[in-house]
């Protein structure tokens, strides 16, 4: 059965000898690059292209076409290979961008034809260069990755991101695209051209079977895998765009500990070119170990349990089981070996989370400000941010099998899906439990810190809060958003303030849409502002009528590609008088509960996380402390 993969989303090999397949609506070059455990390419003879087809284990089609299949045997890569990436780039003279041509499919397959595993590579615009899916080596397994990260600067910022100098990236990508070099590069394209088929090896790198000293065989860093298709995204955090710096060193690890015991675990330890990178990457890493060990100790019982039916049912279809000594003796062996199967899959699994908790405990303490949870000291700094981060905390991710065992949910930034924050007491069994005003409060004191935590992150200025709170119901919640100052207008009250907020934020959508698709994104009317924008939206569908409704749902569908995002605190329930028009907007947002729930599901090993919300602690100033910095730096890059 084949594996359709999302942005991010992974899958096992079990075979090293497959086959990779193209299908696009327009011709296509398909090129293929070898690096190590960061995805750093060694040089140019790492690229396989029409001009140099080979390398160890494969040989890319010779030219641009809308179909493309040819195998690639991993065993023959070579043991410094950690990553090949597959990448996808628009020929000259064909389309100018990914965006204006039918989504790229790409498969890859056993040697006998049968698909292991597929992704179409969507979300794509102005891109004209594109990394479609890499495989990778862990632990001496490989894995398949769907990555669909693209480069609108086209091949040669792809390379130059993979670690190639400027002159030998922009010299390699013209030999790939069949374009005539710069004369300064004429000299280097025709070395690059004339490179052998076989990688070389850069002075001081190991040979083929051989390893550095201190470094292990077949060792993979984490991959930035975060989980998958509607609920929880895999997807990988944007990589540097320019490698004008080196990446930041790897932390030092610790002295091995007593001979036989697992190496003490160091924050940031996974691949990446910052310590954010880093440490985003370990995150998910932690996620993807939880997932497979809990996953295991689950097919182990379920054998256990399933061989133990099967062997009561043998002693009862014998005749002689059936009597009192012979078939208890029967049965009771039959016991002893589940619950000694069971037994020893518990200590497999103990022994896992015992090392995960010990990654936990230095991982947590070292989080920056996007990924921490309220209570970390971080939060009492007062540095202000100069970039986006890579991600955003959403809460807390565990599992019944490993109890105090919490790995934060990352939400990559910006937001590519709104969020709905259910307030509703039939969303869950804790739910339930809760009284109505309280829950609701609940939920409007985790959109408010939300809310707080994006504009934190963010540069001064670079993030605007609207709020629409059509009967005030959400007014206490609010307070510190509306004391601070830090909202792009008050919250908007009423049929006429709903009307109003969405009729601002739908042009801005329109403007850009109309600016993006005639190729001048700057060109706005000074009056469009060019930060981002959260909209909360508060005790929906109170103050909506069908246009407003309409709006909402262009906002929810149109808006993350252009900066709006929506972040809706909302019973659906109490919107249900709309039958199956809102339908759509629900399955748009992602479900995050105020209170503890196991609604969240990946669709790797399906298991059912519960989700924990990150909220600050009662009695805490953290909030306040917050936006007051968040005020003085709007105050201070006011011109």
Not at 438 to 464: F, K, N, Q, S
Request: hydrophobic fraction near 40%; glycine fraction near 8%.
């Amino acid at each position: 059965m084949t594996a359709e993969l999302v942005r991010g989303q992974n899958h096992p090999l079990s075979r090293h000898r497959v086959e990779i397949g193209v299908t696009a609506d327009t011709p296509v070059l398909a090129l293929v690059s070898t690096g190590d455990d960061e995805g750093r390419m060694p040089g140019p003879e790492a690229l396989a292209h029409p001009g140099t087809r080979a390398l160890p284990g494969l040989e890319v089609p010779g030219a641009s076409a809308d179909r493309h299949r040819f195998p690639l045997d991993l065993d023959a890569v070579g043991a410094a290979v950690h990553r090949v990436r597959l990448v996808l780039a628009l020929p000259r003279g064909g389309p100018a961008r990914f965006g204006a041509v039918p989504a790229p499919h790409v498969v890859v397959a056993g040697a006998d034809g049968v698909e292991v595993a597929a992704y179409t590579v969507t979300g794509l615009d102005s891109e004209t260069a594109v990394v479609a899916l890499e495989l990778y080596r862990r632990q001496g397994a490989w894995k398949v990755r769907a990555v669909g990260q693209g480069y609108a600067d086209g091949l040669e910022a792809l390379l130059a991101d993979a670690g190639l100098a400027g002159t030998t990236a922009t010299a390699l990508a013209a030999a790939a695209l069949g374009e005539a070099p710069r004369e300064e590069d004429a000299a280097l394209q025709v070395a690059v051209t004339a490179a052998p088929t076989a990688a070389r090896l850069l002075p001081g790198e190991p040979q083929a079977g051989q390893t550095r000293p201190g470094e292990a065989q077949a060792g993979d860093t984490r991959p930035g895998d975060a989980p998958g298709p509607t609920t929880i995204d895999y997807a990988h955090p944007r990589r540097r765009r320019t490698t004008t710096e080196p990446p930041e060193p790897a932390p030092t690890a610790d002295p091995p500990g007593e001979p036989g015991t697992p190496p003490r675990p160091v924050a940031g330890d996974a691949s990446g070119w910052s310590m954010e990178e880093r440490l985003y990457n370990q995150v998910w890493g932690m996620f993807e170990d939880l997932a497979r060990t809990v996953a295991a100790y689950r097919g182990a019982v379920d054998f256990a349990d399933s061989r133990l039916d099967r062997e009561l049912d043998e002693a009862l279809s014998d005749p002689r089981g059936r009597l009192a000594g012979p078939g208890d003796a029967a049965r009771d062996a039959a016991r002893e070996r589940r619950d000694e199967l069971v037994a020893r899959a518990r200590a497999v699994l103990d022994r896992d989370l015992a090392q995960l908790r010990a990654e936990s405990e230095v991982v947590e303490p070292a989080l920056p400000t996007a990924y921490a949870r309220w209570d970390n000291p971080v939060w009492h700094g007062t540095d202000v941010p100069h970039e986006v981060p890579l991600a955003l905390r959403l809460g807390d991710l565990s599992l019944p099998e490993a109890p105090g065992l919490r790995v934060p949910m990352l939400m990559r930034l910006p937001l590519e899906r709104g969020l709905w924050i259910d307030n509703g007491r039939t969303g869950s069994e804790a739910a339930m439990t809760m009284d109505t005003d309280r829950l609701r409060r609940l939920a409007m004191d985790m959109a408010v810190a939300h809310a707080v935590r994006l504009l934190a992150v963010h540069p001064g200025g670079r993030y605007c809060v609207h709020v629409i709170d059509a009967a005030g119901a959400g007014a206490a919640a609010l307070a510190p958003l509306v004391r601070s100052g830090v909202l792009a207008a008050p919250p908007a009250t009423g049929a006429e303030g709903v009307t109003a907020t969405l009729e601002r934020l739908t042009r801005r959508v329109d403007l850009v849409q109309m600016a993006v698709r005639a190729g001048a994104p700057e060109e706005l009317p000074p009056d469009v502002d060019p930060a981002d924008h959260l909209l909360i939206v508060h005790d929906f569908p109170h103050g909506f009528d069908d246009r407003a409704v309409t709006r909402l749902r262009y906002l929810a569908d149109e808006g993350p590609a252009v900066g709006v995002h929506l972040l809706m605190v909302a019973d659906r329930d109490e919107a249900s008088a709309y039958g199956p028009l809102l339908d759509p907007l629900w399955r748009a947002l992602m479900r995050l509960s105020p209170v503890p729930d196991h609604h969240l599901a990946d669709p790797w090993v399906h298991h059912a996380w519960t989700f924990e919300p990150d909220l600050p602690p009662q009695h805490s100033a953290v909030v306040d402390r917050a936006l007051e910095r968040i005020a003085r730096a709007r105050r201070g890059a006011r011109p």
